[in-house]
C-alpha cells in the first residue's frame, strides 16, 4: 500500500450520506470507518453496568461527586496515514520548546535500525531497497525537516541546544517496512521527545506482522480490525479491517496483514450495525479485551471470534448531571479528562455562539471546555479548574459575555490565560479558529470546515460534535445572507480547505451564499446537511461518526449541557445526538443501532431528559 500523502495530519471521516433524511447510508469512500461499519468498542460508561434489551436498560446516575472510570478508547486510525499526527493522535504535550532568541546550532544525528533484516535485503548503504525518510518536529508539534535517507545514518542540523525534539522514520511504502516515532510507539501520541545536541538517536523499524483467524456463528456481513495499543500511553488504534461475509454457519477466515510491532487485540463488528461489538477473546468492551504481540514479520495465529445471538444489539443507558448547568459541564470534564491538560476553554453558560467554535479548537489540542457564569465563578467550576490544571486557560469571549471580575477570578488559577473575544459572535468564531487552525501555525493538511449558522445554535451544535472528533473547525456565519463576506474569505484562506459541510437547509443557510460558496470554492468539495428538523440533521451528521460504541444524548431544545459534552465526548471518542425531553426520534434509534452505539450517557438531569429518553422511547410520529 502506497502512502497517499506524506504530509496528511488528520482522518477523514465525512460519510456518504449528506443533505436529504434517508433511513441508511452507504459506506464513503472517504471515511476512515465506512458509515455502517461496527464502530469500534469505547466503554465511558463502568465496566459493570448490566446489559439491558430493546424494552429496558440498566440506568446508573453520575453525578459530579461520583464520576465512571476512565477506561480505554479505541481510535478510528488510517493505516495508510498512521505516522503522521492527527487530531486522533497528535503529538505530546509537555516537550521543552526553543527559547526565544536561543543559538540553533545543535545536532541530533543517529541511525535507523532495520531490524530482522537478512544479508541479502540490505544494500551496501545500510538500506533496503525502496524511499525512506527521517523526520524531526518540534515541541510545538511542527514539522521542521524531512530528509529522504542515502544511507542508514541521519542528521539534522541548525536545532537548539536543551531544546525537544521528535524523530519519525517513514517510509514510502509502509508493506515492507513499519513507520516509527522516537521512543518505539507507531503513533505519534506514543512519540518520546529527543534533546538536542544528540549523536545516538535510533530509530528501529521491523517487517509488518500479521493476524489471522476465524469468526463463527455469523449470520450477516461483519468487519474484523486490529487494535494496535499504544506502549506508553496504552491508548487503542484501530488498524487494518477486513469484511467478512458468513459462510452457511461455518467459520470464515480472516487475515489481517501491514501491522507494525506491537500489541494488539482484533474487534469484530456487524456490517450495518443490529449486534454489539466483540473484542478477542470474549469481551464487549475495550477493558476485557485481550492482547499479543505482532511483528517483526512475525504471525499471530489461531485469533479466533465467535458470534452468538447473545451479541444481538442490545442498549445500555448512563446519565452524568450536576444540580444546574455549570455542575454539568463539571460532570463532564471529570468524567473525560486527567489532571495536567495542555489547555482548558472557558465560555459563558448564558451565550452559546461563543463556546460553539470553542468546542472544536480545545478538542484538537486535547484540551477541555467549561461552561461559568458570565458575572462571577462559582466555586464547583473553580474547583474544577483546579483539579483540571491546565498549562493554559482561553476565556472566549469579549468583556460583556464574560465581565472582568470573572476573568480576573479565573486568572488567578492558571499560570497563562488569554482571553479571545471579538466584536460579535462572527469575528469571535473567525479568531478561534484562526488561533488554532490556521495552517502555517499547526502545519498541518486539508481540513473539512463546516459552516453553520450564528443566528440559531441545534444545527451548529451537532456540527461541532462531530467536528470535534475528526480535529475539524465549525466556523459560525450569518445564514441569511445571500453570499459569503470577505472576513470569512480571509479566515477560510488560513485554513487549507479540502472541503466544506453547510449544515441545515436553505432557510438556514441561504441557497444565495451556497452558490457564492462554489463559485469562489469551485475546486473544493461543498455538501450541504440538512434534515426535516434539528433532530434529523443531528442524525444525519452522526452517520459521519464513526468511532466509539458510546453516544451522548443531549436536549434539543436548550445547548448548555450538549455544548458542554462536545470536547468531553470528543477526548472519549463520543459524538452528541440530540433528543426531545421526553422521547427520542425513530430516526436517532436507527442510526444508534445502525452505527452498534449502544452506551447511550444522557446529559443532564431528569428535568432536562426525562425517564423516557433513558428507555429510548420512540416519539410518536
Given at each position: 500500500?502506497?502512502?497517499?500523502?506524506?504530509?496528511?495530519?488528520?482522518?477523514?471521516?465525512?460519510?456518504?450520506v449528506?443533505?436529504?433524511?434517508?433511513?441508511?447510508?452507504?459506506?464513503?469512500?472517504?471515511?476512515?470507518?465506512?458509515?455502517?461499519?461496527?464502530?469500534?468498542?469505547?466503554?465511558?460508561?463502568?465496566?459493570?453496568?448490566?446489559?439491558?434489551?430493546?424494552?429496558?436498560?440498566?440506568?446508573?446516575t453520575?453525578?459530579?461527586?461520583?464520576?465512571?472510570?476512565?477506561?480505554?478508547?479505541?481510535?478510528?486510525?488510517?493505516p495508510?496515514?498512521?505516522?503522521?499526527?492527527?487530531?486522533?493522535?497528535?503529538?505530546?504535550?509537555?516537550?521543552r520548546?526553543?527559547?526565544?532568541?536561543?543559538?540553533?546550532?545543535?545536532?541530533?544525528?543517529?541511525?535507523?535500525?532495520?531490524?530482522?533484516?537478512?544479508?541479502?535485503?540490505?544494500?551496501?548503504?545500510?538500506?533496503?531497497s525502496?524511499?525512506?525518510?527521517?523526520?524531526?518536529?518540534?515541541?510545538?508539534r511542527?514539522?521542521l525537516?524531512?530528509?529522504?535517507?542515502?544511507?542508514?545514518?541521519?542528521?539534522?542540523?541548525?536545532?537548539?541546544?536543551?531544546?525537544?525534539?521528535?524523530?519519525?522514520?517513514?517510509?514510502?511504502?509502509?508493506?515492507?517496512?513499519?513507520?516509527?516515532?522516537?521512543?518505539?510507539?507507531?503513533?505519534?501520541?506514543?512519540a518520546?521527545?529527543?534533546?538536542?545536541?544528540?549523536?545516538?538517536?535510533?530509530?528501529?523499524?521491523?517487517?509488518?506482522?500479521?493476524?489471522?483467524?476465524?469468526?463463527?456463528?455469523?449470520?450477516?456481513?461483519?468487519?474484523?480490525?486490529a487494535?494496535?495499543?499504544d506502549?506508553?500511553?496504552?491508548?487503542?488504534f484501530?488498524?487494518?479491517?477486513?469484511?467478512?461475509?458468513?459462510?452457511?454457519?461455518?467459520?470464515?477466515?480472516?487475515?489481517?496483514?501491514?501491522?507494525?510491532?506491537?500489541?494488539?487485540?482484533?474487534?469484530?463488528?456487524a456490517?450495518?450495525?443490529?449486534?454489539d461489538?466483540?473484542?478477542?477473546?470474549?469481551?464487549?468492551?475495550?477493558?476485557?479485551?485481550?492482547?499479543?504481540?505482532?511483528?517483526?514479520?512475525?504471525?499471530?495465529?489461531?485469533?479466533?471470534?465467535?458470534?452468538?445471538?447473545?451479541?444481538?444489539?442490545?442498549?445500555?443507558?448512563?446519565?452524568?448531571?450536576?444540580?444546574?448547568?455549570?455542575?454539568?459541564?463539571?460532570?463532564?470534564?471529570?468524567?473525560?479528562?486527567?489532571?495536567?491538560?495542555?489547555?482548558?476553554?472557558?465560555?459563558s453558560?448564558?451565550?452559546?455562539?461563543?463556546?460553539?467554535?470553542?468546542?472544536?479548537?480545545?478538542?484538537v489540542?486535547?484540551?477541555?471546555?467549561?461552561?461559568?457564569?458570565?458575572?462571577?465563578?462559582?466555586?464547583v467550576?473553580?474547583?474544577?479548574?483546579?483539579?483540571?490544571?491546565?498549562?493554559?486557560?482561553?476565556?472566549?469571549?469579549?468583556?460583556?459575555?464574560?465581565?472582568?471580575?470573572?476573568?480576573?477570578a479565573?486568572?488567578?488559577?492558571?499560570?497563562?490565560?488569554?482571553?479571545?473575544?471579538?466584536?460579535?459572535?462572527y469575528?469571535t468564531?473567525?479568531?478561534l479558529?484562526?488561533?488554532?487552525?490556521?495552517?502555517?501555525?499547526?502545519?498541518?493538511?486539508?481540513?473539512?470546515?463546516?459552516?453553520?449558522?450564528?443566528?440559531?445554535?441545534?444545527?451548529?451544535?451537532?456540527?461541532?460534535s462531530?467536528?470535534?472528533?475528526?480535529?475539524?473547525?465549525?466556523?459560525?456565519v450569518?445564514?441569511?445572507?445571500?453570499?459569503?463576506?470577505?472576513?470569512?474569505?480571509?479566515?477560510?484562506?488560513?485554513?487549507?480547505?479540502?472541503?466544506?459541510?453547510?449544515?441545515?437547509?436553505?432557510?438556514?443557510i441561504?441557497?444565495?451564499?451556497?452558490?457564492?460558496?462554489?463559485?469562489?470554492?469551485?475546486f473544493?468539495?461543498?455538501?450541504?446537511?440538512?434534515?426535516?428538523?434539528?433532530?434529523?440533521?443531528?442524525?444525519?451528521?452522526?452517520?459521519?461518526?464513526?468511532?466509539?460504541?458510546?453516544?451522548?444524548?443531549?436536549?434539543?431544545?436548550?445547548?448548555?449541557?450538549?455544548?458542554?459534552?462536545?470536547?468531553?465526548?470528543?477526548?472519549?471518542?463520543?459524538?452528541?445526538?440530540?433528543?426531545e425531553?421526553?422521547?427520542?426520534?425513530?430516526?436517532t434509534?436507527?442510526?444508534?443501532?445502525?452505527?452498534?452505539?449502544?452506551?447511550?450517557?444522557?446529559?443532564?438531569?431528569?428535568?432536562?431528559?426525562?425517564?423516557?429518553?433513558?428507555?429510548?422511547?420512540?416519539?410518536a410520529?
Amino acid at each position: 500500500m502506497r502512502k497517499q500523502s506524506r504530509h496528511r495530519t488528520r482522518l477523514a471521516a465525512i460519510g456518504a450520506v449528506l443533505g436529504v433524511l434517508i433511513a441508511s447510508a452507504a459506506p464513503s469512500a472517504q471515511a476512515a470507518l465506512p458509515a455502517q461499519a461496527a464502530p469500534p468498542a469505547h466503554a465511558a460508561l463502568p465496566a459493570q453496568t448490566a446489559a439491558g434489551h430493546s424494552a429496558t436498560a440498566a440506568r446508573s446516575t453520575l453525578s459530579t461527586e461520583t464520576q465512571s472510570a476512565r477506561i480505554p478508547t479505541v481510535t478510528s486510525l488510517d493505516p495508510t496515514t498512521y505516522s503522521q499526527p492527527s487530531a486522533a493522535s497528535p503529538l505530546p504535550e509537555g516537550a521543552r520548546v526553543a527559547a526565544a532568541g536561543a543559538t540553533a546550532d545543535a545536532v541530533i544525528s543517529g541511525s535507523v535500525v532495520f531490524e530482522g533484516a537478512d544479508e541479502f535485503e540490505l544494500g551496501p548503504n545500510g538500506l533496503p531497497s525502496g524511499d525512506f525518510f527521517v523526520e524531526v518536529w518540534s515541541a510545538d508539534r511542527r514539522q521542521l525537516s524531512s530528509q529522504k535517507l542515502e544511507s542508514s545514518r541521519f542528521r539534522f542540523d541548525g536545532l537548539t541546544a536543551g531544546a525537544e525534539y521528535y524523530l519519525l522514520f517513514s517510509p514510502y511504502s509502509i508493506e515492507a517496512w513499519g513507520a516509527v516515532w522516537s521512543g518505539g510507539s507507531a503513533v505519534a501520541v506514543g512519540a518520546r521527545p529527543v534533546t538536542a545536541p544528540a549523536a545516538d538517536a535510533t530509530l528501529t523499524s521491523s517487517h509488518p506482522g500479521m493476524i489471522k483467524g476465524e469468526v463463527s456463528g455469523l449470520d450477516t456481513f461483519w468487519s474484523v480490525q486490529a487494535v494496535y495499543q499504544d506502549p506508553t500511553t496504552k491508548r487503542l488504534f484501530a488498524w487494518n479491517r477486513e469484511q467478512i461475509p458468513p459462510k452457511d454457519g461455518s467459520a470464515s477466515p480472516y487475515y489481517l496483514t501491514g501491522l507494525p510491532r506491537g500489541s494488539y487485540t482484533v474487534l469484530a463488528g456487524a456490517w450495518g450495525g443490529g449486534y454489539d461489538d466483540r473484542l478477542w477473546k470474549d469481551s464487549r468492551r475495550a477493558e476485557g479485551a485481550s492482547f499479543f504481540p505482532v511483528g517483526g514479520g512475525t504471525t499471530a495465529s489461531g485469533i479466533d471470534l465467535s458470534i452468538t445471538k447473545w451479541d444481538q444489539w442490545r442498549w445500555h443507558t448512563d446519565r452524568l448531571s450536576g444540580s444546574d448547568r455549570y455542575a454539568t459541564s463539571v460532570a463532564l470534564t471529570r468524567s473525560a479528562f486527567a489532571p495536567g491538560i495542555p489547555v482548558l476553554y472557558v465560555a459563558s453558560g448564558e451565550n452559546w455562539p461563543d463556546a460553539l467554535s470553542a468546542g472544536p479548537a480545545a478538542a484538537v489540542q486535547g484540551g477541555a471546555l467549561l461552561m461559568t457564569e458570565p458575572g462571577r465563578l462559582t466555586s464547583v467550576v473553580a474547583d474544577e479548574i483546579r483539579r483540571l490544571a491546565p498549562r493554559r486557560i482561553v476565556v472566549v469571549g469579549s468583556e460583556a459575555t464574560i465581565v472582568p471580575s470573572t476573568y480576573d477570578a479565573i486568572a488567578a488559577l492558571a499560570p497563562r490565560i488569554e482571553r479571545i473575544g471579538g466584536r460579535d459572535r462572527y469575528e469571535t468564531s473567525r479568531l478561534l479558529v484562526a488561533g488554532v487552525f490556521d495552517r502555517d501555525r499547526r502545519r498541518q493538511d486539508a481540513l473539512e470546515v463546516y459552516l453553520a449558522t450564528g443566528r440559531n445554535f441545534p444545527d451548529a451544535l451537532s456540527a461541532s460534535s462531530v467536528a470535534a472528533q475528526f480535529g475539524s473547525p465549525v466556523l459560525l456565519v450569518d445564514g441569511a445572507a445571500e453570499e459569503i463576506d470577505d472576513a470569512t474569505t480571509r479566515t477560510l484562506s488560513g485554513v487549507r480547505a479540502s472541503g466544506f459541510i453547510l449544515v441545515g437547509g436553505p432557510t438556514t443557510i441561504t441557497p444565495g451564499f451556497e452558490a457564492s460558496m462554489r463559485s469562489r470554492y469551485f475546486f473544493s468539495s461543498i455538501e450541504r446537511v440538512a434534515g426535516r428538523d434539528r433532530y434529523a440533521t443531528s442524525a444525519l451528521l452522526f452517520r459521519q461518526s464513526a468511532l466509539q460504541d458510546t453516544v451522548y444524548l443531549a436536549a434539543g431544545a436548550t445547548f448548555p449541557d450538549a455544548l458542554s459534552g462536545v470536547a468531553s465526548g470528543a477526548a472519549q471518542g463520543s459524538a452528541v445526538l440530540l433528543v426531545e425531553k421526553d422521547c427520542v426520534h425513530q430516526q436517532t434509534v436507527d442510526v444508534m443501532k445502525g452505527q452498534s452505539k449502544n452506551y447511550a450517557t444522557l446529559l443532564g438531569s431528569s428535568l432536562t431528559l426525562t425517564r423516557d429518553v433513558e428507555d429510548l422511547k420512540v416519539c410518536a410520529a
